[in-house]
């Protein structure tokens, strides 16, 4: 009994730390978000990506650059929320990982910019500036 004891603590213990520190959430309460005040709508995809099509207003910050982290926390308020994505939610679930652990409040989009279009969603090759 205190073996399994032991077990189911650790078990529980594993689960706990593994925990995401940032909300996954689908196509249409990911376009609500991006209409909210104080929302930074992040593209972590590579330039070639975000140049054949993008959300209307992201940033582009490469998660798949050395220097990540760093640019976000020179380019990113940590008092705005961060709705990020990327092709299909793998890199940008990566990316809001790592900048929830610096304090980042993240919101992903399930399923990246793929989703999005899927849902008839439009995108744009328009830069923010």
């Not at 990020?84 to 993240?106: D, M």
């Amino acid at each position: 009994m205190k073996k399994m004891m032991t077990c189911l603590l650790a078990m529980l213990g594993l689960t706990a730390c593994g925990q995401e520190s940032f909300t996954n959430v689908g196509v249409e309460e990911f376009e609500r978000l991006m209409n909210e005040p104080n929302v930074t709508v992040l593209d972590v995809r590579s330039a070639t990506e975000y140049a054949e099509g993008h959300l209307k207003g992201a940033i582009l910050i490469d998660q798949g650059d050395s220097d990540f982290v760093e640019k976000a926390k020179s380019k990113l308020n940590k008092e705005q929320k961060i709705a990020i994505y990327c092709r299909s939610g793998r890199r940008s679930a990566n990316a809001a990982g790592k900048l929830a652990a610096e304090g980042f409040q993240c919101v992903n989009l399930k399923g990246g910019i793929l989703a999005w279009q899927e849902a008839g969603k439009p995108v744009t090759t328009e830069t923010k500036e």
